[in-house]
């Protein structure tokens, strides 16, 4: 397998967003030339993203230090290209990285990536992954898309910056540190949308947000026994 490596920095361009009545959202992204600031953009609410020059604008849902930064594999792009006959450039899904050589949803929540040559760019770490969304739906134009995509569990992590620094195309990215468990993007995903049977092993991982862990401890609490 070729190493592993960041095809593409995507920034979003604002366009109108029709989809949740908001003014606008960050989902257009594309490719820029040049190095990026990765940094730690803080709490949710702001809009503030990891990458220099984007941001969220559904500030509620979006944004903030467990959504700094999302990633999609240019293989997974190319195998829904494959299925809806199309060609998705890089960034078209909304990610801010686009990969390859690297199964991004084998990740395990906690897995941390190191960007860039001889281990000098930002460490990023796997918090969680990303739910599909009426703007999403909206961007893609595919009658029946959200159940589409949730059902082939092909979600795409979101990831903290732990450490700034720079990336650019062209940078490998390393995975440093594997935690010790089996929990995966993929898993993650199923546990949130089509499998909560799954959701027990969410509560106990550090990594996983605290608020979504919050959130999946009372609703665990309310279920019978």
Known sequence: MPPATLLSVNI?????????????????????????????????????????????????????????????????????????GRTFADGFFGENLTTAGIDVNAALIGERWRIGAAGTGPLLEISCPRIPCATFAGRLEEAGWLRRFTREALPGPYLRVLEPGEIRAGDPVDVVHRPGHEVTVAVSFRALTTEPELLPLLVGLDAFPAEDRAAIRRRLDREPH
């Open 12 to 84: 979003g361009r604002p366009r109108p967003n029709p989809w949740k009545r908001l003014p606008a959202t960050g989902i257009d992204k594309r490719p820029v030339t040049g190095p990026v600031r990765v940094s730690a953009p803080g709490p949710k609410g702001t809009g503030a993203v990891g990458l220099a020059g984007d941001r969220a604008h559904d500030v509620k849902h979006h944004g903030g230090a467990d959504q700094a930064v999302y990633a999609y594999a240019r293989e997974d792009l190319d195998h829904w290209g494959r299925e809806l």
